[in-house]
């Protein structure tokens, strides 16, 4: 009587897996989603928007999965001098709070290591904490900076390096 339980999320194997083309129905159904939550007065989302991801190179459009379902999707763009971007970053809303995005978050800067940069979206409610917390958290991750938004939608940015 009397001690606190801390309450953890039931064990989930958290993977990423890259998505072919012939494959891609799941993220753009996820992606609908998520841009209606960050853009909720438009543009509406065509799935064509992310074509680039699978015609460029250097583009990374990746699932992320929980004991093998997909509930969030991640992508990246390799930026001419190598440095990685997470251009967008989701885990769909009944999954959040979980320390899955955190652990998927990781992986995804582990598979691909060196520099990187971020933006968070404005319309993310947390979102500057949340990856302040899991860039300090990321055990690869150093020379961390927080910066100002990139863009009109976003509250602020982080350039960071992973080393393997």
């Known amino acids: 009587p009397g001690s606190?339980?801390?309450?953890?999320r039931p064990s989930m194997k958290i993977t990423i897996s890259?998505?072919?083309?012939?494959?891609?129905a799941t993220l753009d159904a996820m992606a609908k989603t998520y841009f209606a939550e960050l853009l909720p007065d438009g543009p509406p989302y065509y799935p064509s928007a992310l074509d680039r991801y699978w015609i460029e190179r250097g583009r990374h459009p990746y699932l992320i999965n929980?004991?093998?379902?997909?509930?969030?999707?991640?992508l990246v763009w390799n930026h001419p001098d190598g440095t990685h971007e997470l251009t967008e970053f989701t885990?769909?809303?009944a999954h959040r709070h979980q320390g899955i995005g955190t652990e998927a978050a990781h992986?995804?800067?582990?598979?691909?290591?060196?520099?990187?940069?971020l933006g968070v979206a404005a319309l993310s409610p947390g979102g500057m904490p949340f990856w302040q917390q899991c860039l300090t958290d990321c055990e690869?991750?150093?020379?961390?900076?927080?910066?100002p938004p990139k863009t009109a939608?976003?509250?602020?940015?982080?350039?960071?390096?992973?080393e393997r």
Not at 4 to 8: D, G, I, K, S
Not at 153 to 162: D, E, L, P, V, W
């Open 18 to 24: 890259p998505v072919p083309e012939a494959n891609r």
């Open 153 to 162: 939608h976003q509250s602020g940015s982080f350039a960071f390096r992973i």
């Open 91 to 93: 885990i769909q809303p």
């Open 107 to 117: 992986l995804i800067f582990n598979a691909l290591g060196g520099d990187w940069t």
């Open 140 to 147: 690869n991750a150093c020379e961390i900076t927080q910066g």
């Open 66 to 74: 929980a004991d093998g379902q997909p509930i969030g999707f991640a």
């Open 4 to 8: 606190a339980r801390v309450r953890e």
